[in-house]
């Protein structure tokens, strides 16, 4: 390639070591050699290396950012040296050559010697660099330097699980809690261990919820958890409610309130309970009211769609004029998908409150899963190894007990002042609150954070990954530390038959349903079209 990439002003732009930034990079977009280029010019003014740390996922990552990097100082230093000679390189070639010259220049002013110290260039995974803060810092960790991180925890969650569930006959709230919990899972012992070791494995994503400090024993601590646990049912249902108002004119409302208590007249059960929707009202007292209009706007199958005939199965006989009315108000909406997704995410949103009896349920379990998190720490301390939740945790812990970062400058020998992550999609919610507490003295000029990832390439769902944060890191920042979006669209991988398929097929794809709320971006091929296929499809019928 002899010609700079269709995206060179986003590449160029990003390479600013002044600004912080979060870069989505979908496949085939170089965002390894963008990350090496911005290493290497953050090095041409550091101080020290140290002072920049890349964070990748894998310690296969790792090693490929590793040795590109060297790669490219050790080139710099054959060049400078006239070992080396320089060939005609494409443009990208060429910023890459440049940067590392600079670099290697820098790297000889202050004696760094990186080609002969390549350790002294700290990319790492987030797992490791996770346990490099807790046990520099294990007062501030309050994790024992002695445990060793395993990514086989699996043994141990079942034992907590087990040592939780012996407790069913003692004579406490804890004895009680475990009852309550086998008698909702059918005195099946088994399956409440596995449910519980479950939980445990992904306990960063509701720990928080329930570490907000005193006992259940407490009406007022009991008060306030039951009230922050359904605010977000409440806020979902409002959501949706709202979006209903939008697509329902008081008219529309009139009609659908004079149809729903027509069809209790005729179908008693689909109107039980206290309360109607009055016209127009899409308020929270109304929500299950709007719930049972979507029974006769809607069939009860596993994919609802509008009904196309309309019948007394739905309380509307056929020939009545009810009948007539909910068939015109079908057939006029039947052709808005917007209102049609709306309906169904109406039908299947929760309830906005806990009954009192569901309510008791709930607080069992989280008496239970309380316990069952300090049994682990037990379990930790037996067995002298921990998970990579506990360890990210732990680190987290350090970095929210310090006001400024003078105790992890003296920890890590130097101040960290950059910090680059590649593949931020496959972040943890734990994971991401580590990132927000390493950064939120930071600036955003002179201590940069610089981000790439690709929200359409989550894969690690299993390690408890949230694509949702990247969106949420790309609207709002991390913390108090502000981003500039950037977006690379050349594709370096495939030749442009393949690219120009995929940017047809995907595009109609991700039009008719946008999972996790993630937009297609069209890509640009950098390789020309070749004699072979674009994409063949080959069916297989079983």
Same mark, same amino acid.
């Given at each position: 390639?002899?010609?700079?990439?269709?995206?060179?002003?986003?590449?160029?732009?990003?390479?600013?070591?002044?600004?912080?930034?979060?870069?989505?990079?979908?496949?085939?977009?170089?965002?390894?050699?963008?990350?090496?280029?911005?290493?290497?010019?953050?090095?041409?003014?550091?101080?020290?290396?140290?002072?920049?740390?890349?964070?990748?996922?894998?310690? %296969?990552?790792? *090693?490929?950012?590793?040795?590109?990097?060297?790669?490219?100082?050790?080139?710099?230093?054959?060049?400078?040296?006239?070992?080396?000679?320089?060939?005609?390189?494409?443009?990208?070639?060429?910023?890459?050559?440049?940067?590392?010259?600079?670099?290697?220049?820098?790297?000889?002013?202050?004696?760094?010697?990186?080609?002969?110290?390549?350790?002294?260039?700290?990319?790492?995974?987030?797992?490791?660099?996770?346990?490099?803060?807790?046990?520099?810092?294990?007062?501030?960790?309050? #994790?024992?330097?002695?445990?060793?991180?395993?990514?086989?925890?699996?043994?141990?969650?079942?034992?907590?699980?087990?040592?939780?569930?012996?407790?069913?006959?003692?004579?406490?709230?804890?004895?009680?809690?475990? %009852?309550?919990? #086998?008698?909702?899972?059918?005195?099946?012992?088994?399956?409440?261990?596995?449910?519980?070791?479950?939980?445990?494995?992904?306990?960063?994503?509701?720990?928080? #919820?329930?570490?907000?400090?005193?006992?259940?024993?407490?009406?007022?601590?009991?008060?306030?958890?039951?009230?922050? @646990?359904?605010?977000?049912?409440?806020?979902?249902?409002?959501?949706?409610?709202?979006?209903?108002?939008?697509?329902?004119? &008081?008219?529309?409302?009139?009609?659908?309130?004079?149809? @729903?208590?027509?069809?209790?007249?005729?179908?008693?059960?689909?109107?039980?309970?206290?309360?109607?929707?009055?016209?127009?009202?899409?308020?929270?007292?109304?929500?299950?009211?709007?719930?049972?209009?979507?029974?006769?706007?809607?069939?009860?199958?596993? %994919?609802?769609?509008?009904?196309?005939?309309?019948?007394?199965?739905?309380?509307?006989?056929? +020939?009545?004029? *009810?009948?007539? %009315?909910?068939?015109?108000?079908?057939?006029?909406?039947?052709?808005?998908?917007?209102?049609?997704?709306?309906?169904?995410?109406?039908?299947?949103?929760?309830?906005?409150?806990?009954?009192?009896?569901?309510?008791?349920?709930?607080?069992?379990?989280?008496?239970?899963?309380?316990?069952?998190?300090?049994?682990?720490?037990?379990?930790?301390?037996?067995? +002298?190894?921990?998970?990579?939740?506990?360890?990210?945790?732990?680190?987290?812990?350090?970095?929210?007990?310090?006001?400024?970062?003078?105790?992890?400058?003296?920890?890590?020998?130097?101040?960290?002042? &950059?910090?680059?992550?590649?593949?931020?999609?496959?972040?943890?919610?734990?994971?991401? *609150?580590?990132?927000?507490?390493?950064?939120?003295?930071?600036?955003?000029?002179?201590?940069? #954070?610089?981000?790439?990832?690709?929200?359409?390439?989550?894969?690690?769902?299993?390690?408890?990954?949230?694509?949702?944060?990247?969106?949420?890191?790309?609207? &709002?920042?991390?913390?108090?530390?502000?981003?500039?979006?950037?977006?690379?669209?050349?594709?370096?991988?495939?030749?442009?038959?393949?690219?120009?398929?995929?940017?047809?097929?995907?595009?109609?794809?991700?039009?008719?349903?946008?999972?996790?709320?993630?937009?297609?971006?069209?890509?640009?091929?950098?390789?020309?079209?070749?004699?072979?296929?674009?994409?063949?499809?080959?069916?297989?019928?079983?």
């Amino acid at each position: 390639m002899n010609r700079s990439p269709a995206d060179q002003a986003s590449r160029a732009d990003v390479l600013d070591t002044q600004r912080s930034f979060i870069v989505e990079a979908p496949a085939g977009s170089g965002k390894t050699t963008l990350l090496i280029q911005r290493f290497l010019k953050l090095l041409a003014i550091a101080d020290e290396p140290e002072e920049i740390v890349a964070i990748t996922f894998t310690r %296969k990552a790792t *090693e490929q950012m590793r040795n590109k990097l060297l790669t490219q100082l050790r080139r710099a230093k054959q060049r400078a040296a006239g070992i080396l000679t320089t060939e005609e390189e494409s443009d990208l070639d060429k910023s890459l050559s440049d940067l590392a010259a600079e670099a290697m220049r820098r790297d000889a002013e202050r004696g760094w010697n990186l080609c002969e110290q390549p350790q002294r260039l700290r990319i790492a995974t987030i797992d490791s660099f996770s346990a490099e803060i807790a046990s520099r810092l294990p007062l501030l960790a309050r #994790l024992g330097s002695t445990l060793e991180p395993t990514d086989r925890p699996e043994a141990m969650y079942r034992v907590a699980a087990r040592k939780t569930l012996e407790r069913l006959a003692d004579p406490t709230p804890l004895g009680e809690a475990v %009852k309550t919990l #086998l008698i909702e899972q059918d005195n099946d012992l088994q399956r409440c261990q596995q449910m519980i070791a479950q939980m445990l494995a992904c306990r960063t994503q509701w720990r928080a #919820l329930l570490g907000r400090g005193g006992s259940l024993d407490d009406p007022a601590v009991e008060q306030d958890l039951r009230a922050m @646990l359904e605010a977000a049912p409440r806020h979902t249902v409002s959501q949706c409610l709202s979006t209903l108002s939008e697509h329902l004119d &008081h008219q529309d409302c009139e009609l659908l309130h004079s149809l @729903l208590l027509y069809g209790g007249t005729q179908k008693p059960e689909l109107i039980e309970g206290p309360g109607w929707p009055r016209e127009h009202d899409f308020s929270l007292p109304c929500a299950e009211r709007w719930r049972l209009i979507t029974n006769f706007l809607l069939t009860a199958n596993g %994919k609802p769609k509008w009904y196309e005939r309309v019948n007394k199965t739905q309380g509307f006989p056929a +020939g009545s004029p *009810e009948q007539e %009315k909910l068939t015109a108000f079908i057939n006029w909406h039947c052709s808005n998908s917007d209102l049609l997704e709306c309906l169904k995410s109406i039908r299947i949103m929760p309830a906005v409150a806990y009954s009192d009896e569901q309510w008791q349920v709930l607080k069992a379990y989280i008496r239970v899963l309380t316990y069952a998190v300090a049994q682990l720490k037990v379990v930790f301390a037996e067995s +002298g190894a921990v998970d990579f939740s506990e360890i990210a945790t732990a680190a987290m812990n350090a970095l929210a007990d310090n006001e400024s970062d003078t105790d992890i400058a003296a920890a890590f020998g130097t101040r960290i002042r &950059h910090l680059l992550i590649d593949e931020l999609q496959d972040t943890s919610a734990i994971q991401y *609150e580590l990132l927000r507490a390493l950064t939120v003295s930071w600036d955003g000029s002179s201590q940069t #954070l610089f981000v790439v990832g690709d929200p359409k390439q989550s894969i690690y769902g299993f390690r408890q990954a949230e694509v949702h944060l990247f969106r949420r890191m790309q609207a &709002h920042g991390l913390g108090r530390l502000k981003l500039t979006n950037s977006l690379l669209t050349s594709n370096f991988r495939s030749q442009a038959t393949l690219v120009d398929e995929w940017n047809t097929g995907f595009s109609d794809i991700f039009r008719q349903k946008q999972a996790d709320d993630i937009p297609f971006s069209f890509a640009t091929a950098e390789r020309p079209a070749n004699a072979a296929a674009g994409m063949e499809v080959h069916p297989w019928i079983l």
